[in-house]
């Protein structure tokens, strides 16, 4: 098309210009939902995680949390009657977490196993062999704890439920999910979990 000038003008195409106002707006729009999503989530793991992010698995059986208070876990022992906490950040005699949990289960009679493991290295065939013993002869009911009872309490809670209580596998492994805080991503140290139960998966003859 030319003007009266005789200079040509550009076409414009209307309807290209419509389509990416309209993928812009929607990207925008699905921004703004991931960070929302993020933000409740973030929101909803810092209360968790302040509420000692205690959850009854199995009533009268299987208990999780992150680290508590000496009171705190005195309390949760007087109310569910745990006659075993597992701790599996290991032993640390003299430091105020770990003086305080010792001092709550022996006042009530309660028993303490340490099984120190990281949520940043899979464990060995034997060590995971030495947690499934643990968590099958513990006198129940069982709490077990790790620091921010996600990761490590995640896995020891997937084989608590599938080998000893007899669950599913699939509902065993929501244990290990965002619900208590952890994040199954390869890229995060923290997938060491992840790997720990695909490789148990395989030895018991599990669909992964």
């Known amino acids: 098309m030319s003007n009266t000038a005789g200079v040509e003008t550009p076409i414009v195409n209307a309807s290209g210009e419509y389509a990416g106002r309209l993928l812009l707006k929607?990207?925008?729009?699905?921004?703004i939902f991931v960070a929302a999503v993020c933000l409740a989530y973030g929101v909803y793991i810092g209360v968790t995680l302040l509420r000692g992010n205690f959850h009854e698995i199995l009533p009268g059986q299987y208990y999780r949390s992150a680290q508590l208070s000496g009171d705190a876990l005195g309390q949760y022992i007087d109310q569910y009657k745990i006659k075993t906490v597992i701790n599996l950040r290991g032993e640390h005699v003299g430091t105020p977490w770990y003086d305080g949990e010792a001092a709550a289960t022996a006042s009530r009679g309660a028993t303490l196993v340490n099984f120190p493991m990281s949520a940043l290295k899979e464990l060995k065939a034997e060590d995971v062999q030495r947690l499934l013993g643990i968590l099958k002869t513990a006198q129940q009911p069982v709490l077990v704890h790790c620091a921010s009872g996600a990761d490590r309490t995640g896995l020891a809670s997937v084989i608590f439920l599938q080998q000893v209580a007899g669950v599913d596998e699939e509902t065993a492994e929501w244990q290990?999910?965002?619900i208590y805080g952890h994040i199954g991503l390869p890229f995060l140290g923290a997938y060491a979990m992840d790997d720990t139960w695909e490789a148990l998966e395989k030895v018991i003859g599990l669909d992964s």
């Open 176 to 178: 290990l999910s965002p």
């Open 26 to 31: 929607a990207l925008k729009r699905f921004g």
